[in-house]
């Protein structure tokens, strides 16, 4: 008897515990947005695809996409898609891997420590994706809706050695081989030493809007639009990453090299920040802002017929998972266990020309290492 309430006492400790960690969050009245369906024409081919554009939703697990799926009446881009993976995410120095090592991994196809930008275990600069392709003319760009030196667009352009470093980071821009950019801000942008921003406005042409007339002339364009336009949908950002995901397949496929294709990087970045702050609402209007951005980028993929899509995540965040919802009304609740990055494999969606090479379960290096051959070939 005295055990029996020794394992009462200790069971009811424990889920108060539990209980005092997990956060509860609602969404009601979601209004559906629809998805797009793709027409598999090129889906699983097996000739090399010239383009490739690689879109990473930060710190999203299954539970923001299935969220968004039921918030969104039972559809979503995402879920229209046939070839699926598993991406394991642990990084060279941490077994729950920081965006800065994980972007890395995906960015260059090496493992890496956390904070590292594009640099290896002995803090010496790997070469990513842009680099590598730039060498057989292929070009390349970068779009998200975290700041330009976000660790995950930073290891797309730049090699430093912890994330923090902000101001070498953005100097590392001008020298790099992007031809197109769009992120967080102008006003980022603006504290940055006069120098380089000098250096940013002589190798690009920068603008402040998806709409500047000069985005249609420029050769190498930066976008940096006001902070409010990258930032969190909740705080008043509209369509900025699906109409900035267009806008860069567009600039580039008009400038690629002849018989050459291209390179992007799209980064949902706010899925992230919003489960840190266990903000499920907030969350799932990233993961639905994020799903019509990949619908940008499939439909692109269906005119163009030579294109790969390869859509993953570069860790989980907050152990996301569903407490209740009804599709039919675009109601769903979620619980976040933690306000960090957990280990959990995250899935990994592909379409187009080899799609089918990205099936099973595989680490984020070697996701880039497979569309390093697949463009290098
Ligand atoms: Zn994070």
Redesign the pocket.
């Known amino acids: 008897m005295k055990k029996l309430l020794l394992f009462v006492l200790a069971a009811a400790v424990t889920f108060q515990a539990g209980a005092q960690e997990i956060k509860k969050g609602a969404i009601e009245a979601v209004p559906a947005q629809g998805s797009y369906h793709p027409t598999y024409s090129t889906d699983g081919a097996s000739f090399a695809p010239k383009n490739v554009i690689l879109m990473i939703a930060?710190?999203t697990g299954l539970g923001p996409i299935a969220a968004g799926y039921f918030a969104n009446h039972g559809e979503l881009t995402y879920f229209n898609l046939k070839y699926m993976g598993w991406v394991t995410t642990q990084s060279a120095s941490d077994f729950t891997t920081?965006?800065a090592a994980s972007g890395t991994a995906y960015s260059t196809g090496q493992k890496t420590y956390n904070g590292a930008v594009g640099m290896d275990l002995q803090k010496r600069p790997i070469p990513n994706i842009p680099e590598r392709v730039i060498e057989q003319g292929i070009i390349s760009g970068v779009v998200s809706t975290d700041d330009l030196n976000g660790a995950t667009p930073a290891a797309f352009f730049a090699h430093q050695e912890q994330r923090g470093m902000t101001d070498e980071i953005w100097a590392d821009m001008p020298g790099s081989v992007l031809r197109y950019f769009a992120a967080g801000s102008k006003e980022k942008f603006e504290k940055r030493p006069v120098a380089t921003q000098k250096a940013i406005e002589k190798a690009f042409t920068v603008v402040n809007s998806l709409d500047d007339p000069a985005c249609a002339t420029a050769e190498r364009l930066g976008v940096l639009p006001p902070a409010v336009e990258t930032g969190y949908i909740v705080n008043g950002r509209t369509d900025f990453l699906p109409r900035a995901t267009r806008q860069a397949i567009d600039f580039l496929n008009a400038r690629k090299n002849e018989g050459k294709g291209f390179f992007l990087m799209v980064e949902g970045a706010r899925i992230?920040?919003a489960?840190?702050k266990n903000d499920f609402p907030s969350a799932v209007k990233e993961l639905l802002d994020f799903d019509q951005a990949i619908a940008e980028a499939i439909k692109f993929a269906d005119e163009d017929g030579n294109t790969l899509v390869v859509i993953s995540a570069d860790?989980e965040?907050s152990g996301l998972v569903l407490w209740d919802g009804d599709p039919s009304k675009g109601n769903v609740e979620g619980v976040h266990i933690s306000g960090?990055?957990t280990p959990v494999p995250v899935p990994l969606f592909a379409y187009g020309p080899h799609a089918q090479d990205f099936m099973g379960v595989q680490g984020n290096e070697q996701v880039a290492q497979k569309i390093l051959k697949l463009l290098l070939q």
């Open positions: 930060d710190g920081d965006s992230d920040k489960c840190h860790h965040t960090g990055h």
